[in-house]
């Protein structure tokens, strides 16, 4: 690589083997039909742009780089050292300012690109079905919808079967720019599927991958497709008599699969056992930006065998590669479990018997909180029924959840034993226990109810219950500070007037707490502030914006304040260097366009529709 001195002209050699000259080539072509980006050249001859593609290299020897070209008419960034573009390409992180604004394919690039894909998966598995596309394009749920609407959806849905046709797809998407949104339950919260950079934009859906391709019970792991199904996974593992001992931990939203899982690095009640995405999951195969095809390893359980590629994908919300196979770990399912659920007079009576309990160190499989009003909403909407068919009443007061397995049913009952006293010596008001599979299923309902039924309680007492909007927010703490930032919040809360329009749910054992604020579309600002607030609290107490959910849209304001600028320009390098052309879910994670303002847009995204997506 070359690089002349400050104030002159950054130009880099073209990487010939890995199909840059095309790359050039094309984008000279691409680059006559955009608009002009807002950054200006301040190269002192002026008329050298230059566009950059990032430069790392990494562990498998991925090709990478930057590539330059020297055209009076192309309007793309000139890299310089002065004013704001200070960052050169030798730079080990890519900064925001040093990157020429993405172009993306037109209408006719785009149609050329889904004629070629429809060549190659053949008409059936190319929808552009109207409900097709609305079904991926936003979801009442979510925390965020996309601001432009009649834009911001895919044009299509593409389904591949095969890691060969996603390898097809993405060499197509890659040569035309169009963007591609993978999509596998989307059940994920934070506005991770928007298609900001729509309507030229593919959704890729999972939903004709879904097999389990192998399960090892002796290797404790299962090889499986990104569309499968977390509890699907979880009903074939039980029917089979050699896998009905296994399970697999990680258990977010219903209706999630693997592929998603893997992108948001999700957790759920289990991951204070079992750990979370990142620690389950062996290897993957993934389909980088160009098309490439990698495993990231070979299947033991442990490795030291390089750069850790795996977890580079784990959490990376399809921003750096499209997952196609994923070997992930089983756990050998406990013989025995029964779940406690006790009451105690306060929230910090509640979390300091969690604290007591991880103090003795008992070993349970979960334990999480609910608040008060959390309870009422879900003896008022949860519908949940007691084994006599009876309506189902749980003590409305700051509750813990316990699960606690073993391979006997004294073993059991010793920590039931165990979770009574603490709690006692914390004051707690009632604790009642399970006897069976079934009373499992009624007591943990309660956590499991949560969401939906402070939705539902949302339309009975908002201003206007056609327009129930519903923040679900995620953050966590060490856990030693897990009651202070629920105390500051409370009260804050509280004091700004949303008094019983949100309810409290929190995988304790982890120091996750989510809160869930019900609210009309007129006061998004408020809570909007609201949440400020809570993350920069949670990040006072060293805790992070989002503990399992993910960042998406929602989020990526707070990564800098979090990881710091540095951080944020090291993933940006990372990006550029695994998919130059910002086709994959562009606009997740962190910003890699200078002229987004999603941001301030995201504030008159609203949705009207009511009607549950799933459960
Ligand atoms: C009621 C409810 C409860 C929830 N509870 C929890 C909880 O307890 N814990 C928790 O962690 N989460 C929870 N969630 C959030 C959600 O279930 C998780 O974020 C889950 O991991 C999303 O999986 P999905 O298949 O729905 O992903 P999707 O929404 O389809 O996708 C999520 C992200 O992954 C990317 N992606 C999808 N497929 C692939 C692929 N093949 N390769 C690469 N990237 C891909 C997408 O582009 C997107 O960025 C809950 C959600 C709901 C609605
Ligand atoms: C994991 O590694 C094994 C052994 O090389 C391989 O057979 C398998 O396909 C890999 N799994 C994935 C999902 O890449
Ligand atoms: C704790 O719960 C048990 C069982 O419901 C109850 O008997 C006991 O009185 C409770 N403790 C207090 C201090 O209320
Ligand atoms: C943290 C939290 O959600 N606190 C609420 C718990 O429930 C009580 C009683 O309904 C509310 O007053 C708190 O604000």
Do not use: N, W
């Given at each position: 690589m070359m690089l002349r001195n400050k104030g002159s002209i950054h130009f880099l050699k073209v990487f010939k083997s890995s199909g840059f000259g095309r790359v050039t080539s094309h984008f000279s072509r691409r680059s006559l039909s955009t608009e002009k980006p807002k950054i200006a050249s301040h190269g002192k001859s002026g008329g050298v742009g230059l566009y950059f593609g990032g430069g790392l290299l990494f562990g498998l020897g991925l090709a990478l780089g930057a590539y330059s070209k020297s055209s009076e008419n192309d309007k793309t960034t000139a890299l310089s050292e002065s004013g704001s573009l200070k960052e050169s390409l030798d730079d080990s992180v890519t900064s925001l300012e040093s990157v020429a604004p993405p172009t993306y394919a037109g209408p006719e690039e785009f149609n050329e690109a889904l004629e070629q894909i429809r060549k190659v998966l053949g008409p059936d598995s190319v929808s552009t079905d109207k409900d097709n596309i609305k079904s991926v394009s936003d979801s009442f749920f979510s925390t965020h919808h996309p601001p432009e609407p009649e834009t911001q959806h895919p044009s299509v849905v593409v389904s591949p079967s095969s890691t060969e046709e996603v390898s097809?797809?993405?060499?197509?998407?890659?040569?035309?720019?169009?963007?591609?949104?993978?999509?596998?339950?989307?059940t994920s919260l934070e506005g991770h599927t928007m298609h900001t950079r729509g309507p030229y934009s593919i959704s890729l859906s999972f939903a004709d991958m879904d097999n389990i391709i192998a399960v090892h019970p002796e290797d404790l792991d299962a090889v499986v497709q990104p569309g499968v199904d977390w509890q699907g996974l979880d009903g074939e593992l039980l029917s089979n008599d050699a896998t009905k001992h296994l399970m697999f931990g990680p258990d977010p939203g219903i209706g999630a699969r693997i592929g998603g899982m893997i992108g948001t690095s999700c957790s759920g009640t289990n991951a204070y056992r079992y750990g979370t995405m990142k620690e389950n999951i062996v290897n993957v195969t993934v389909v980088l930006a160009d098309g490439t095809i990698v495993k990231t390893r070979q299947r033991p359980r442990k490795s030291s065998a390089g750069y850790d590629l795996t977890r580079l994908f784990v959490g990376a919300e399809g921003t750096?590669?499209?997952?196609?196979?994923?070997?992930?770990?089983?756990?050998?399912?406990?013989?025995?479990?029964?779940?406690?659920?006790?009451?105690?007079?306060?929230?910090?009576?509640?979390?300091?018997?969690a604290s007591h309990i991880i103090k003795d160190g008992l070993q349970l499989n979960a334990m999480e909180l609910l608040n008060a009003t959390t309870v009422s909403f879900v003896n008022r909407f949860g519908g949940v029924t007691d084994k006599d068919g009876n309506h189902k009443q749980f003590d409305e007061r700051p509750t813990l959840l316990f699960k606690a397995g073993g391979t006997s049913k004294e073993g059991i009952q010793e920590q039931l034993d165990l979770i009574r006293k603490i709690s006692a010596e914390h004051g707690n008001l009632s604790i009642e226990q399970s006897n069976n599979e079934e009373e499992n299923g009624i007591l943990w309902s309660a956590r499991r109810n949560g969401l939906w039924s402070t939705y539902d309680y949302g339309s009975e007492i908002l201003d206007d219950p056609n327009d129930v909007q519903i923040w679900t927010t995620d953050i966590a703490v060490p856990i030693s500070h897990l009651t202070d930032v629920i105390a500051e919040t409370d009260k804050d809360m509280s004091s700004s007037g949303f008094l019983n329009r949100y309810a409290l749910m929190g995988h304790i054992g982890d120091g996750n707490c989510h809160f869930l604020i019900v609210y009309n579309s007129k006061d998004y600002a408020k809570v909007q502030n609201a949440v400020d607030r809570m993350v920069y609290r949670a990040l006072k107490f060293e805790g992070t914006c989002t503990g399992e959910h993910g960042v998406g849209v929602g989020k990526r304001r707070y990564l800098d304040t979090e990881i710091g600028p540095n951080a944020v320009a090291l993933m940006r390098k990372i990006k550029l260097s695994l998919d130059p052309r910002r086709i994959l879910n562009p606009d997740k994670v962190f910003r890699i366009d200078?002229?987004?303002?999603?941001?301030?847009?995201?504030?008159?995204?609203?949705?009207k529709e009511t009607g549950k997506h799933c459960c």
């Open positions: 097809q797809i993405m060499k197509i998407a890659h040569k035309y720019r169009v963007p591609v949104i993978a999509s596998s339950g989307l750096l590669g499209i997952v196609t196979e994923a070997t992930i770990k089983l756990h050998v399912r406990p013989k025995y479990e029964s779940v406690c659920i006790a009451s105690f007079p306060t929230i910090a009576d509640a979390t300091s018997t200078l002229t987004d303002d999603l941001d301030q847009k995201l504030s008159h995204s609203l949705i």
